[in-house]
Each structure stands twice: as C-alpha cells, then as structure tokens.
C-alpha cells in the first residue's frame, strides 16, 4: 500500500518552461489537494478536488492549473514557470466528511532559474 | 472564512519536560480541527483530530490536544518531550462551507537534551 506518491521528487526549471506534477494515490480517496510550503509562511493550498472531474481554487491558484480525469490521480501543472513558484509542492487525499483527516505524500522540491 | 493561528515561530524545551504548542482557531459552526508534524525532509503526518465532545483528545507517539472552546484554542501537549520530538508542528482546520484544509504557518519544536 503505497498511500500517497508524488512525481518527480525534485526538478529543476528554467524560466518560462513547463511542467506537471503527478500526485496518485490508491485509498480510493474522493478528496485531493496541492499545497505549497514555502518558509515562514506554512502551507498554502493551490487547489483541490472534491471528487473525480472536479477541481477548485485554494489561497494560491494563480500560475497553475489541474486536473482530475481519473479518481486516483491530480494533477498540477505550470505552463511557464517563475522563479516566485520555486517552493515544495505537497500532494494530499482524505476520505469525505469534514473530520476525515488528509495523508500526504513526501514532496516535490521545485526550482525555478 | 475559516482559519487558524500558531503564535509561536518555535518553541523551545527540555527533554522530559511538559510540552506545549499552541494552535487558536476562527471558525463558523463546528471545528474540525487537526495536528500534523513534519519530520525534515518528509511529508506531513497526521497526529490527532477533534473529535466533537471531547475536549481533551489523545493522539499519536503520546500527544494529545485539548479543546477550548471559550478561548476558541486547540493546543497540542505532550507530558514528557523528547529529542526525537523535534520537528515541525502544524495546526489545521476544515472549513467547513468549501471543504478547504487550511493549514496554520507551522510551529518549530526543539527539544533540548
């Protein structure tokens, strides 16, 4: 049970290039999420899904975009990156009900040059 | 909208001390409220939840957290720290009108032999 994997676990871009992380997760999850964590400012989510086909705007959206065609997966894309986007990049999923806790996957390590 | 606070950037203590670090949250109707620590270079790990009705809540690896209502806090204590402790500590909410999971800016935790 591999719970919750993120790819790739670093890269390094150019500005301007693009590119799309690919969270999957295999515990049948309605729920995912993309957060970053920056220093001093904790975690910020980007977007989110409630539910395969959905997607929604958290408190950062702006320069990114998702997808959620199949149930197990989210995706996050940059379509030109800038060097404010370097960061790490957290995918999560949890189950449906407001007390249902998130599991998280180990990070992707963005830089932007 | 929902949200929490963590006053404290670190909180510093001895091994085997009482620990404490404090979480406040703004939240209409219900909180559904959550710990999470982050080891160095992991992901986020789920700790505890609020359960509604109990106001003292135990958890993983020995924390607990305790419900306040009336001082609107959530703060997560452990009895007796230890070394292996140190990490960082993040405090969560849902909200409860978009399904958000708002995280709160972290609180780093050293714990001093």
């Known amino acids: 049970n591999a719970g919750v994997t993120q790819t790739p676990k670093f890269r390094v871009l150019k500005t301007g290039q693009s590119m799309t992380l690919l969270c999957a997760q295999d515990?049948?999850?309605?729920?995912m999420y993309w957060y970053r964590q920056d220093p001093g400012m904790g975690l910020r989510l980007i977007h989110y899904?409630?539910?395969?086909?959905?997607?929604a705007k958290g408190e950062v959206p702006d320069g990114y975009n998702v997808s959620r065609l199949k149930k197990q997966n989210f995706l996050l894309g940059l379509e030109s990156a800038a060097p404010s986007q370097t960061s790490v990049y957290f995918c999560?999923?949890?189950?449906?009900?407001?007390?249902?806790?998130?599991?998280f996957g180990q990070g992707t390590r963005l830089t932007v040059v | 909208a929902q949200s929490v606070a963590q006053p404290e950037d670190q909180v510093n203590v001895a091994e085997g001390n009482p620990l404490t670090v404090k979480c406040t949250y703004s939240?209409?109707?219900?909180?559904?409220l959550f710990w999470y620590v982050q080891y160095p270079n992991r992901g986020l790990q789920f700790l505890l939840k609020?359960?509604?009705?109990?106001?003292l809540v135990k958890g993983s690896y020995g924390f607990e957290a305790e419900f306040n209502k009336s001082q609107t806090s959530f703060h997560l204590k452990k009895p007796s720290a230890l070394v292996s402790d140190s990490a960082l500590y993040f405090c969560?909410?849902?909200?409860?009108?978009?399904?958000?999971?708002?995280f709160g800016t972290g609180t780093r935790l050293q714990v001093f032999p």
């Open positions: 999560a999923s949890g189950g449906v009900g407001r007390n249902t806790e998130a599991f």
């Open positions: 515990m049948n999850h309605e729920y």
């Open positions: 899904s409630v539910g395969e086909g959905t997607t």
């Open positions: 939240v209409s109707g219900n909180p559904y």
């Open positions: 609020y359960i509604t009705g109990d106001n």
């Open positions: 969560a909410v849902r909200d409860y009108n978009t399904d958000k999971l708002i």
